[in-house]
């Protein structure tokens, strides 16, 4: 199979060199990264030793047009962008998967690629960027996908063969957006106080007033999640939650290592688009309104 791993960071890296035993891969990314990649090949340290060079690009206009896999592992606020540059790659047979944050990329892709395969995504694998061409696999973990329609096609299950025979731990789902919800309130009650107080994950069970948030976090994040028929149980998720905290415990979550180097983080299309849709539902949002505020500002 002929896949591009579009956004080849910390997780799109780690896939790419997982998937690159078994498939064709094709790494973009930033330029630096793409260039260090190029010259040395791509280093990966922790959980996972991989070393080898892999073709990578940070433009479009060598990467050839028979793509059967494009997989956007983009942040959030880059995927319409990346949207638009793909549209030179893309043919009528090729999928699309979005394994990323948030909750508003499945409505961003399915606007502008309706008529092609879309797969869906989640996983909890913890990967870092340390350097331009060397990224740290900080955990193993397990990755979820599943269609828009609930169906487990032929497709799907090949693709989950696939990551499963590269060494991805995968299983589908007819639920997908249900997944994609649970692990954005656990990121919503994660990411943004982890920010906040710059701290490590686990500090937040260690702190009983942050494990207190966290916990007010998730019944007000799965109350506007129910709203969307979701079914979400508070005592499941908190679990899930607190289950997340501890396997990461010694990590910084991916927005405060986005905050400490001043880039965008993710949190209007985490906190951001929880509040806008329990906002539509004349749900309270109090909470997530201030952990948005605190760092949007």
């Known amino acids: ?95 699309i998967m979005t394994i990323q944050n948030g909750l508003d ?17 989640i996983t909890t694998h913890g990967s870092i960027f340390d350097k331009p061409g060397q990224i740290i696999h900080t955990g193993i973990g397990e990755t979820v996908l599943g269609e828009l329609d609930g169906k487990i096609s032929d497709t799907l299950k090949r693709i989950v063969k696939l990551f499963n025979n590269s060494g991805i731990n995968t299983k589908y789902t007819n639920n997908i957006k249900k997944e994609i919800w649970i692990k954005t309130i656990i990121n919503s009650s994660i990411n943004p106080l982890t920010t906040i107080f710059k701290c490590k994950n686990g500090y937040l069970n260690e702190n009983p007033i942050l494990y207190n948030i966290v916990k007010k976090i998730c019944i007000e994040s799965v109350d506007i999640a129910n709203t969307e028929g979701l079914n979400l149980k508070y005592n499941d998720i908190l679990n899930k939650t607190n289950k997340v905290i501890k396997s990461t415990s010694e990590n910084y979550s991916s927005m405060l290592q986005s905050y400490k180097k001043n880039k965008k983080t993710e949190i209007n299309s985490i906190n951001g688009k929880i509040i806008q849709i329990g906002k539509k539902h004349n749900i309270d949002t109090t909470i997530n309104e201030i952990l948005a505020l605190l760092i949007n500002n």
């Open 105 to 121: 990329n499945i409505e961003k892709i399915n606007k502008q690629f309706k008529n092609n395969k879309i797969i869906a995504g």
């Open 1 to 95: 199979m002929n896949i591009l791993i579009f956004g080849s960071g910390a997780i799109g890296s780690l896939f790419g060199a997982l998937l690159s035993e078994n498939s064709n891969v094709i790494l973009y990314g930033r330029r630096d990264h793409i260039e260090a990649i190029k010259k040395k090949g791509l280093n990966i340290k922790g959980k996972t030793i991989f070393n080898k060079k892999l073709n990578a690009f940070y433009n479009t206009k060598n990467i050839e047009r028979n793509i059967d896999l494009i997989i956007l592992t983009v942040k959030s606020y880059d995927t319409n962008i990346s949207l638009k540059i793909i549209e030179n790659i893309i043919n009528k047979k090729t999928i």
